[in-house]
């Protein structure tokens, strides 16, 4: 019965000092902490509709911009030389709408539209 007791303290010993030393490895924009913002804690979003209103929507803090959608393909064009070159553009409100990595959508209308 002690040889049943050793082995499984030397089992939590391993897996204790293995978790511990993940924490070692994790860099440390992904736990947070001063001058990190962890990914649990921003919203990635898209924003449909990026004409006037909707270049006001792209710094909110705590979110992230991934992607933009317009039909008018100046706004389209705009957004994207504003935004760079890591947000992705759409023409299809769907395609922005399909994507599963995208937790909230801006749908911005003009006034008259509301």
Known sequence: MNEKKSVARRNFLKY??????????VPRSVLG???????????????????????????YEGTKLLAVCDVDKNHLQRASDIAGPDVSTYSDFR???????????HIVTPPHWH
């Open 16 to 25: 204790t000092s293995a978790s511990l030393a993940a924490f070692t490895i």
């Open 33 to 59: 902490g001063k001058g990190y913002t962890a990914p649990s804690d921003q919203l990635t979003k898209g924003i449909i509709g990026v004409g006037g209103m909707g270049l006001g929507h792209f710094d």
């Open 95 to 105: 395609e922005l709408l399909a994507r599963p990595d995208i937790d909230v959508v």
